[in-house]
């Protein structure tokens, strides 16, 4: 033990077991270490001690007595090492995520009595994953006979179908943790699996089995967990799938091609967890969904369900998430739904067809962390949050319903709120930046496209407690000024169009977002006046349209990919080195731009709409336009003074769908 303890290399700020050995103690009261009654060392839990090395000459493999080996989440970076083969007593072997490469050595397949053998890598790059090729599977778990638990997650086995059923089935009678995700399996899934009748855990999500769930899935009698998303999966679920008494976990995600539905649930049912998101399962929910009162989670978000929501969910006492957005569900979502679900953390609703009030219960919940009711039709005032100084919302998504009367005071007091997403409703009244600025912890705030007045003269934006957002879209608001936004280092994307702004545009909008804002849309306003140095070496979207900006052409940054700058004043010419190279949407109509048609322009090889039409522009057309003819779908030059003939490669474009040169 003191040659293993002085070979492996360790970070000790992050160890914790290794670093509290003491020389001068019995091994057998070290951390992590067992021992049996005479004295030898039996088991071996190193996991998690920031190791990255020094295991194969360590004597670890001396320990001839080890029963329990743990050395899980350390980062070796290595082979598994050979010496492993002399540990013939190891029942329990767990070195998952802890940075071994390469091919499974032969000489672990010699090894008898393991029970739970845990080789998973999901934490690691894919590009190095354990490889069990040679040994295959078959080889590497023929003397396995007494195993109870087999992981291998994360493991290239990349074995047909006619290989790992049979590997499993002729020599784990008694598995019951099959744990093989993220293997490169192929389907289908062979019956000979039904062998395996102690099964209780299965696990084989993002393999390419391309297949129907077999029936009998439902015939395993002590099944508790069934995880098979991302399995590109097919055909129509089993209604037995969904009574299986003993089931816990059942998760048939991300497989877009399954079908089936929810034709109902037995008594004593123990789901706990439910997902089927991403699927085509579609129907209503059958009222029997109240019978899954262990039910902790349910996710059948981008689904085809609809109908109601039957009010037996209310019988779900245990429910902590639950996500059905993107469905086609209809109706009020009565009160008395959601009085008794005190556990709910995140509820999202989201993109349906429901209708009616939002219950105040719904905001009543003092666990509730997340609310998604956007893109809905829900009408009416919003409830107040009750005891907002304690609650723990940190999302409160309205956006795109009906709703109807002034934001409630409440909201401005929840401290922990992170994300309040408000526009294309229908709320009115006026918001003080005052209020606002109380919500230190809000990254992003979405007003836009109400009936709302927000108040750029009031509060302090400089105060320590102020947001620093990323994301701010306050479109449609009725801001006659600029508000001070000054101090925002962290903004990413800036909204403030179609209101009332006239004016210059300010110098401090250059620096918000320390270089980092990718969208900054200043359209529809009354700015006249763009004041130098206008740089954002990360920006991918300026929006100026629809102003009466004037003087010369602003050079939009190389990295902008959208430009709008039609409908203003600007009466220059377009600089010969204008910089265009990232762009997809460039326009700049309805403005008074004189001068030829840059041939920089033609360095614009990904642009899809250039749209100069209504100018004073003169001379020709740039031949080298036609080096664009494989990506531009709308060129607009209509209106201008541009004199020449179109190049006849330019007339034969396939991709060219709108050209107007009129």
Same mark, same amino acid.
């Given at each position: 033990m003191l040659k293993l303890h002085d070979s492996?290399?360790?970070?000790?700020s992050e160890s914790t077991k290794l670093v509290s050995w003491n020389m001068s103690e019995d091994c057998c009261n070290w951390a992590g270490v067992s021992c049996d009654e005479v004295g030898h060392v039996t088991g071996l839990d190193l996991s998690y001690e920031s190791i990255s090395g020094g295991i194969e000459k360590s004597g670890l493999f001396n320990l001839s007595y080890l029963r329990m080996l743990?050395?899980?989440?350390?980062?070796f970076n290595t082979t598994l090492p050979t010496g492993l083969a002399n540990l013939t007593e190891l029942i329990h072997?767990?070195?998952? &995520?802890?940075?071994?490469? &390469?091919?499974?050595?032969?000489?672990?397949?010699?090894?008898t009595s393991f029970v739970t053998f845990d080789l998973s890598s999901l934490d690691f790059p894919r590009d190095f994953p354990l490889?069990?090729?040679?040994?295959?599977?078959?080889?590497?778990?023929? &003397?396995?006979r007494q195993l109870r638990e087999l992981h291998l997650d994360g493991v290239n086995i990349s074995a047909g179908s006619?290989?790992?059923?049979?590997?499993?089935s002729s020599s784990l009678p008694n598995l019951q943790v099959l744990s093989l995700s993220f293997c490169y399996l192929a389907g289908p899934i062979h019956p000979s699996l039904a062998k395996l009748q102690s099964l209780s855990v299965i696990r084989l999500d993002a393999n390419y089995l391309n297949t129907p769930i077999p029936d009998f899935f439902a015939n395993f009698s002590k099944l508790t967990v069934l995880s098979l998303s991302s399995c590109q999966l097919n055909g129509t679920v089993s209604e037995r799938l969904f009574q299986i008494?003993?089931?816990?976990?059942?998760?048939?995600? &991300?497989n877009a091609l399954l079908q089936g539905s929810l034709a109902g649930f037995g008594e004593n049912m123990s789901l706990r967890t439910m997902l089927l998101s991403y699927t085509q399962l579609s129907g209503a929910l059958p009222p029997s969904l109240g019978r899954l009162t262990n039910l902790s989670t349910i996710e059948l978000a981008v689904c085809n369900f609809s109908g109601p929501i039957p009010s037996s969910i209310a019988n779900l006492t245990q429910l902590v998430r639950l996500d059905f957005f993107a469905n086609a569900f209809t109706g009020e979502i009565p009160s008395s739904n959601w009085e008794g679900l005190l556990n709910l953390v995140n509820v999202d609703l989201g993109c349906n067809l429901f209708r009616g009030s939002i219950p105040s219960s719904l905001f009543a919940i003092p666990s509730l962390q997340m609310i998604q009711l956007s893109e809905n039709q829900f009408d009416g005032g919003v409830p107040e949050i009750q005891n907002a100084s304690f609650s723990s919302l940190n999302t409160l998504d309205l956006q795109s319903n009906k709703l109807e009367g002034p934001v409630p005071q409440s909201f401005f007091d929840i401290k922990g709120l992170r994300f309040l997403l408000l526009s294309s409703n229908k709320l009115n009244g006026t918001i003080k930046l005052d209020q606002i600025w109380k919500l230190g912890n809000l990254i992003e705030l979405d007003l836009s496209y109400n009936n709302l007045t927000v108040d750029a003269k009031s509060g302090n934006s400089t105060r320590p407690s102020s947001p620093q957002f990323?994301?701010?879209?306050?479109?449609?608001?009725?801001f006659r000024v600029f508000p001070d936004l000054g101090n925002q280092s962290r903004l990413r994307q800036l909204d403030l169009s179609d209101n009332q702004i006239n004016g210059s545009v300010p110098h401090w909008i250059w620096k918000i977002g320390n270089g980092y804002l990718t969208h900054l849309n200043l359209s529809k306003n009354l700015l006249t006046k763009l004041e130098q140095p206008y740089s954002f070496?990360?920006?991918r979207v300026l929006d100026l349209h629809l102003n009466q900006l004037h003087g010369k052409f602003p050079p939009p940054p190389p990295s902008a990919e959208y430009i709008d700058y039609s409908s203003n004043k600007f009466n220059s010419n377009i600089p010969q080195e204008v910089d265009l190279s990232a762009a997809i949407f460039f326009s700049a109509s309805n403005n008074s731009l004189t001068g030829a048609v840059p041939k920089s322009l033609c360095n614009a090889t990904s642009l899809q709409v250039l749209n100069l039409s209504n100018n004073k522009l003169n001379g020709t057309i740039p031949r080298c336009i036609i080096q664009m003819r494989e990506t531009l779908g709308v060129l607009n030059l209509r209106r201008n003074s541009l004199t020449g003939s179109i190049p006849d490669e330019l007339r034969g474009s396939c991709e060219l769908r709108t050209l107007d040169l009129s």
């Open positions: 492996l290399k360790i970070n000790a743990n050395l899980s989440g350390n980062n072997l767990n070195l998952s &995520n802890a940075g071994f490469v &390469n091919q499974i050595p032969i000489e672990i397949s010699k090894m490889i069990l090729e040679n040994p295959n599977l078959a080889t590497l778990v023929q &003397n396995f006619n290989e790992w059923y049979q590997a499993l008494p003993t089931l816990e976990v059942l998760d048939l995600s &991300n990323m994301y701010l879209r306050l479109a449609s608001c009725n070496p990360s920006l």
